[in-house]
Structures are given as structure tokens and as C-alpha cells.
């Protein structure tokens, strides 16, 4: 959807290797989250990101680091991909960290299988 | 137990049904999302509402904070309504959001 990619989209990579992936948005909005989505679970908070070069943990973070220079873009990076982290990664955007007062917007999701 | 709990989990009906989704949560919240995820696709934000009722189109969402309970009601239900519904809720103590499993609706011709 405009205003929000993702990319890859779909991605397949062996255990050990980095892997990287970018979040571009076009709406100026401060907050960006990376979420993980695995059957059986509800969509679970890997990283979020609250400006430039400020990110924190969410509840999910062990085997992940972010990254934030620039206000579109936030990357996500398994340093050492592991099978545990196959799964379809969400990034979203929000206006605000209030959720409560604000809609996220969602990418269309980069599917990650680690052999 | 999870904080959020939909139900049902899978759900088919057939066209022109009235649907209900149930999302039951046990946390202080300070608001509550219902999003809709298509098969392969992204999640798109359908509701946000802290209180009583709130409609778009066929799509109706209420919730009862004293009860701790959302629905999500579908008229007239079409087989494009066929997808994964979550509930979500905002946590009042932390600001972030606790997300359902999702319930999954099929709706045949």
C-alpha cells in the first residue's frame, strides 16, 4: 500500500547468514515498529523506533538489532539467522507511540524462511 | 492464558450471514483495535474505538470496557469479507499492544 513497503517481500536464506531487512515509509510519521507474526501467536513487538537514531526493545528483541538514520527507513538485522526466526515480518508506522490515539499502518509483510 | 482471547478461531458461513467475531481481553485498556488481514496480504486497520459502537459500512465494532469484551459484526457477509480478523488491545499500564490470534473467516457463494 502507498505509503508504506517493505522489502524483500519473501526471502529464503540458510542458518548463520545476515540477513537484513528495510522498512520505507512516506508519511513522515516519528514511530515505526517491527513486529514478527508465527502461527499460534499474536503479532509480537521485536524492535520500535520513536525518532532518529532512538529505537528500544519490544518484547521479542533477543537475536535482532535495528537501525534508524533516517526518519523513512528502518532496517531490521538477524546478525546470524537462525530456523526459529522463519516467520512473516510486519513492519508499521504510527503517528504517535500512543496507540491508543493513533491507527498503525502496516507493510505488506516480508516472509523470511531461515533453512 | 493470553491477555487476548478471540473467538471463534476459524469460522465459515455462508453469503449474506451475519457474522460475529468475540475478542475478550483481561488487561486495563486504554483503547481497542480490530485490524483485518487478507490471505497473503497485509494487515489493514478496520477499527479503533475506547467505547460503545462504531460502524463502516457492513462492518459494525462494539465494546463493553466493564465486561472487557469487543465484537465485530459483519451484515450481510460477502466472500471478499473472507480473511483473518485480530482484535488488539492497548495496554493502559504500557501503551503498547497486546494482539489476538486472529480469527480466521471463510464466506462461501
Known amino acids: 500500500d502507498a505509503g508504506i513497503t517493505q522489502s524483500p517481500r519473501h526471502k529464503v536464506t540458510e542458518t548463520g547468514t545476515p540477513v537484513t531487512l528495510r522498512c520505507h515509509q512516506t508519511?513522515?510519521?516519528?514511530?515505526m515498529y517491527w513486529y514478527r507474526q508465527d502461527p499460534g501467536h499474536g503479532l509480537r513487538l521485536i524492535h520500535y523506533s520513536y525518532g532518529v537514531k532512538d529505537t528500544d526493545k519490544g518484547e521479542v528483541s533477543d537475536g535482532y538489532s535495528v537501525s534508524r538514520s533516517k526518519t523513512e527507513d528502518f532496517l531490521l538485522t538477524l546478525e546470524s539467522a537462525t530456523s526459529s526466526q522463519t516467520s512473516v515480518y510486519f513492519c508499521?508506522?504510527?503517528?504517535?507511540?500512543?496507540?491508543?490515539?493513533?491507527?498503525?499502518?502496516f507493510g505488506a509483510g516480508s516472509r523470511l524462511t531461515v533453512l | 492464558k493470553n491477555e487476548v482471547e478471540q473467538s471463534p478461531q476459524n469460522l465459515t458461513a455462508q453469503e449474506g450471514e451475519f457474522i460475529t467475531i468475540n475478542c475478550s481481553y483481561s488487561?486495563?485498556?486504554?483503547?481497542l483495535h480490530w485490524l483485518q488481514q487478507h490471505p497473503g496480504g497485509g494487515i489493514v486497520s478496520l477499527f479503533m474505538l475506547s467505547s460503545g459502537k462504531k460502524k463502516h459500512g457492513r462492518l459494525i465494532a462494539t465494546i463493553n470496557i466493564q465486561e472487557k469484551h469487543s465484537s465485530l459484526h459483519i451484515t450481510a457477509s460477502h466472500p471478499r469479507d473472507s480473511a483473518v480478523y485480530i482484535c488488539?488491545?492497548?495496554?493502559?499500564?504500557?501503551?503498547?499492544?497486546?494482539f489476538g490470534t486472529g480469527t480466521r473467516l471463510q464466506v462461501f457463494p
Open positions: 508519511e513522515n510519521h516519528r514511530y
Open positions: 488487561v486495563g485498556i486504554s483503547a
Open positions: 508499521a508506522i504510527s503517528e504517535s507511540y500512543r496507540t491508543g490515539a493513533n491507527v498503525l499502518t
Open positions: 488488539a488491545v492497548v495496554s493502559y499500564n504500557t501503551d503498547k499492544l497486546i
